[in-house]
């Protein structure tokens, strides 16, 4: 029997205690976890190492997570990659900024480990069935 590859998660996050939360509760969940602090690092992870799923957090001090998701999915390499955005930000204005720019979901910080995995699971089991519908 084979064995099941753990899936990517890449969590970009200015915030060291936010990028420790996932680290820990991510990889004690059965994720391959790799920790980007700001902009620039999450596009020399991509390259090397590509997710299956990105976190980005909005507020960050080299590029905001939106216009880094915009660079993403107008980039033919990465624009199937999903992003949830996580951020302290809950305002309706940065959630539709968010989605219109290619994020697939939001959550509000302090984020709730359930929470988090649930919408990284429901995200990647979406993405299984768009890819078999697709190849089928």
């Known amino acids: 029997m084979a064995a099941v590859e753990k899936k990517r998660i890449l969590a970009v996050d200015d915030d060291a205690s936010i990028c420790e939360f996932y680290e820990t509760s991510l990889k004690m969940a059965g994720y391959d976890v790799r920790i980007a602090a700001n902009a620039r690092i999450a596009k020399e992870s991509i390259l090397l190492h590509r997710p299956d799923l990105i976190l980005m957090d909005i507020m960050m001090p080299d590029q905001d997570g939106i216009s880094l998701t915009r660079e993403l999915r107008a980039d033919r390499k990465t624009s199937d990659i999903p992003i949830v955005m996580v951020s302290g930000l809950a305002d ?40 078999a519908k697709k190849n089928a």
Request: proline content about 2%; overall charge negative.
């Open 92 to 131: 309706a204005g940065t959630l539709q900024d968010a989605l219109l720019f290619g994020a697939v979901g939001y959550l509000v910080k302090p984020i709730d480990i359930d929470a988090l995995k649930a919408k990284i699971d429901a995200t990647l089991i979406a993405i299984e069935h768009r890819n």
